[in-house]
């Protein structure tokens, strides 16, 4: 199981990047995959978080309305649009993927004691500055 994270860069407040996780190893017709930022001293956290089981969504309150999550089951890649973006958006971004469930609430709602159970893919660094 591989989750490779690109699409990461500097970009000035207002404009948009799209990420990208490209998978190996499982399909994208069940688990739950998201998308977790860190910045730095703070905790990871989910931001967008989508059930390749049945294709609901989940956003944290701070990207609600301006990032969006989806995938192309063909390219097994899951991917990140991130519009109108912020300095507070600045954070290494990671994709992450939990094989056994398909919940995208709890997956982006998971704590720091449930990760080992989650793979995860290298992050890619966003930068919002101008």
């Known amino acids: 199981v591989q989750l490779q994270a690109s699409g990461g860069g500097l970009v000035q407040p207002g404009g948009s990047l799209r990420l990208s996780c490209a998978v190996t190893?499982?399909?994208?017709?069940?688990?739950?995959i998201g998308w977790f930022r860190q910045a730095p001293g703070k905790e990871r956290e989910g931001v967008s978080c989508?059930?390749?089981?049945?294709?609901?969504?989940h956003y944290s309150d701070s990207v609600k309305g301006r990032f969006t999550v989806s995938r192309d089951a063909a390219k097994n890649t899951v991917y990140l649009q991130m519009d109108n973006l912020r300095p507070e958006d600045t954070a290494v971004y990671y994709c992450?993927?939990?094989?056994?469930?398909?919940?995208?609430?709890?997956?982006?709602?998971?704590?720091?004691?449930?990760?080992?159970?989650?793979?995860w893919g290298q992050g890619t660094q966003v930068t919002v500055s101008s």
């Open positions: 992450g993927a939990d094989l056994g469930h398909s919940s995208s609430y709890a997956l982006c709602n998971r704590g720091p004691a449930n990760w080992g159970q989650m793979n």
């Open positions: 989508l059930s390749t089981l049945n294709d609901i969504t």
């Open positions: 190893g499982f399909t994208l017709n069940r688990p739950a």
